[in-house]
């Protein structure tokens, strides 16, 4: 019974594009800031991307900008993920959260008290 649920995974080649949607299946999400992550095989799982309740404050990794863009359509109670010039290294599980809290720092997944499933991004070369 997860409380997010990640969506829009899957195989693509390098340079291909993705767009993940996470949703909150029993709560507002718009009260709430979101935070993507994401964990490959044998990591630990690493911020990729933020962003604040409202949408006014995003932030990415340094591997991910310039390539991928977090936006929300609070009406729709949902958060994206767009990945676009998609590397083999971008391949890991990808997970959305979600924490009243706010701050300068997002990347810690122990401030995220709601956590979906995850989704499988794999990105062949």
């Known amino acids: 019974q997860p409380q997010l649920v990640e969506s829009g995974g899957g195989l693509v080649q390098s340079g291909g594009s993705l767009r993940l949607s996470c949703t909150a299946s029993?709560?507002?999400?718009?009260?709430?800031?979101v935070g993507w992550f994401r964990q490959a095989p044998g990591k630990d799982r690493e911020g990729v991307s933020y962003?604040?309740?409202?949408?006014?404050?995003?932030d990415y990794a340094d591997s991910v900008k310039g390539r991928f863009t977090v936006s929300r359509d609070n009406a729709k109670n949902t958060v994206y993920l767009q990945m676009n010039s998609l590397k083999p290294e971008d391949t890991a599980v990808y997970y959305c959260?979600?924490?009243?809290?706010?701050?300068?720092?997002?990347?810690?997944?122990?401030?995220?008290?709601?956590w979906g499933q995850g989704t499988q991004v794999t990105v062949s070369s």
């Open positions: 029993e709560f507002a999400l718009h009260y709430y800031n």
């Open positions: 959260a979600a924490r009243l809290l706010t701050g300068s720092t997002w990347t810690l997944p122990q401030d995220f008290a709601s």
């Open positions: 962003i604040s309740s409202t949408g006014g404050t995003t």
